[in-house]
């Protein structure tokens, strides 16, 4: 038998977590359980049907041949037009690079932006690509561990102390997978403030910034000045806020020499994103807005009821997320108790003693570099959401 040798690189990958609960979720479900699944990370909502019927109409039209690698025109300028009038930020169009998502588009910047050894600031929790990203593209990790005191935000002072010679990169995401966090205006101006005296590039993922609640703005770091924009790749897509992930469209922006390297990346590993999905996306960005603000309604509908619910839980601590659509509670308080027939250590206990026991679907924060947490997604039914947060509160009323 034929061995296969596979190499360093995606031998030190780690699994995704949030998928890995997702396809077991899915698969107990096509077993014939009802299972509620809070592990998903996309809206619940379809597409809506004037972005879909613009695909339609691309496809009909004959729109089925490659497109410029980077993107086609109309949808960069789409780009620029979201990023003048959501963040007051220009672009050119050179400066745009249209990728199969915005996990691509984090991959390609990455790829451009380090080499061997290099070392690029990120926080813990963290949404569970960036370290794997960045290994890829043969760079270093280096985590600052924040928690709900620090609000589970990184700061300028903690990110200068990281700083060391081989420092190329702050790794940003605000509003936050997975804790839901927005960094304040005056934090981000701190951390810019860092960057530009030490020379550093910035990768602030934005995919989250439409999904904001309370009257919390998502600032983008770019906009603190022309030398922390020459600096910074801001990266976003439609997945979230269009409902549109299985598109797959996002994008980076950043200065024309870099954009310029990310493009001939791209040109040698995907070539152009789907020319269909390109349509759809100019539609999304360009086309009427209010299906986003009925979207953001609903979630901030369902954040309140999550929240109040688990925060009365008994175990959990929990902060109240600004954006994204999730919960990150803490479960200090049911370590070393028994749950369901399980003693629990950590999220990776406890997430499978409410799959196994309770038939709930839950993300443990092992994936997110902060074990003693688990992640809850709303972005599922209200009705949903009440079933499986009965089946968890009846199942942690059995703990001791």
Known sequence: MTTVYLSRRVSAISPSPTLAIDAKAKQMQAEGKDVVNFGVGEPDYDTPAHIKES???????????????????????AIAAKFKRDSGLDYSLNQIVVSVGAKHALYNAYMALCDEGDEVIIQHPCWVSYPEIIRLAGAVPVAITTDERKGFRMTAEEIEKRINPR???????????????????????????????????????????????????????????????????????????????????????AESELAKAMGDLQGHVTSNPTSLSQKAAVTALNGPQEPIKAMVEEFKRRRDYMYARVAAMPGFSCRRPDGAFYLFPGLAGLVGKSVGGRVIRNGDDLSQAILEQALVAIVPGSGFGSPQHVRLSYATSMERIKEGLDRIEALLKGAS
């Open 167 to 253: 420092t190329r990169v702050i790794n940003l995401n605000s509003p936050s997978n997975p804790t839901g966090v927005v960094y304040p205006p005056e934090e981000l101006e701190a951390i810019a403030d860092v960057a530009v005296r030490r020379d550093l590039f910035i990768v602030t993922d934005e995919i989250y910034d439409q999904l904001v609640y309370d009257g919390v703005k998502q600032v983008s770091i770019a906009s603190f000045g022309p030398e922390v924009k020459r600096r910074t790749v801001v990266i976003n897509g439609v997945s979230k806020t269009y409902a549109m992930t299985g598109w797959r469209i996002g994008w980076a922006a």
């Open 55 to 77: 695909a339609v109409k691309a496809l009909e039209a004959g729109f089925t041949k490659y497109t410029p690698v980077a993107g086609i025109p109309d949808l960069k300028q």
